[in-house]
């Protein structure tokens, strides 16, 4: 409204029409949000810098004297870097996953993934569709719980158009989910008589964001952590053949009218095919370990940066008024992905 009414004004006076802003000051914003996130992640170990990211971004969105700027001329650059730096991230993503790493977790372990993933996936898309969430949130809300966080939203919701208030509202309850179970389910490590390598396989079959499984899993050890971690890498490679799932569906669904760009959805996007190729270059063992470790630094920055965008998008009176049928959907979802996972590792170890 306020930019609208400054528009009639510089009609009425004669003025020249101010240019949209550019994507630079939105980018600079972001880039001091993950310097920030970095800071808080230092100072408190046990908090990812991703779900720091998120949170500064709600934050700032919600400031005084910083919502203005962060909704008016840094908007344009945090949209780029929730979609762009978003796409760049979950490519280098696959730099974390070798196809060695999969078969040695056993055909078992394989198979208990794959069934986890999809109960969670279709449970809590069902049931977000029942409770009547709106657009695109069940599946996005779906897709994070299952796969892996925020990162999976951001990569659904680019071939599925969503709206960047149904993306900014599934990474804010996946974010906060994933932070509970930082704090509870190494409660639960012994009362479930779980042994540290069955509670690593536990967290990374149930915990949503790669980091998160890190904070979680190292509470057991180091057993437990090696084993999370090769867990949710499982997990994070079923991430390809979902988006082209996904894909495929919205060319389906545009099969009629095409919108008026003229453009369909690709059956697989580009960035999915980076990620695919970045698992076969991690396998082949061409990319020495400092630059796999430069690599990963890369892709947790770019990461928070996206991460840090999406979550400006929030708006947190819009999210309250549909807060009880989301956090309902959030809550049973956990349910579902911490049961099913638990039963899955007790039959496979």
């Known amino acids: 409204m306020a930019l609208l009414t400054e528009r009639l004004a510089e009609r009425r006076t004669g003025a020249p029409p101010r240019s949209a802003p550019g994507p630079l000051p939105g980018l600079a914003t972001a880039a001091a949000g993950v310097a920030a996130a970095w800071a808080v992640h230092l100072l408190v170990p046990a908090v990812p810098m991703l779900t720091a990211a998120v949170v500064l971004g709600i934050a700032a969105a919600h400031a005084p004297g910083v919502r203005t700027w ?116 190494p409660l639960l490590h012994h009362p479930l008589g779980l042994d540290d390598a069955q509670f690593g396989r536990w967290v990374g079959a149930g915990v949503h964001d790669v980091g998160q499984v890190v904070a979680t899993a190292q509470t057991a050890g180091p057993v437990a952590l090696t ?88 708006h947190l009176p819009s999210l309250v008024r549909t807060g009880g049928r989301v956090a309902a959907l959030g809550l049973c979802s956990w349910v579902v992905i911490a049961g099913a996972s638990y039963g899955g590792v007790l039959l496979t170890t």
């Open 70 to 185: 962060v909704r008016g001329a840094a908007r344009p650059g945090l949209t780029l870097a929730g979609k762009r730096l978003m796409r760049i991230g979950v490519v280098l993503l696959g730099l974390k996953l070798g196809l060695d790493d999969v078969l040695g977790l056993g055909w078992a372990t394989v198979a208990m993934v794959i069934a986890v993933v999809a109960a969670t996936f279709a449970g809590t898309l069902w049931l977000g569709r029942r409770l009547g969430l709106r657009g695109d949130q069940p599946l996005l809300i779906a897709t994070g719980y299952s796969i892996c966080g925020a990162s999976a939203i951001g990569a659904v919701s680019e071939v599925s158009g969503s709206d960047e208030e149904d993306v900014a509202t599934s990474v804010a309850l996946v974010t906060l989910c994933g932070t509970l179970a930082i704090a509870v389910l």
């Open 227 to 314: 084993d999370a971690v090769l867990v949710k890498l499982m997990r994070v490679a079923l991430l390809a053949p979902l988006v082209a799932a996904v894909a495929v569906s919205v060319r389906k669904r545009r099969r009629g009218p095409v919108k008026a760009s003229g453009k369909r959805p690709p059956l697989v996007p580009l960035f999915v095919l980076g990620f695919l190729a970045m698992v076969v270059v991690r396998t082949t063992g061409w990319v020495p370990a400092a630059g796999l470790d430069l690599a990963a630094h890369a892709q947790e920055l770019l990461l928070a940066a996206a991460l840090f965008g999406l979550g400006s998008a929030v």
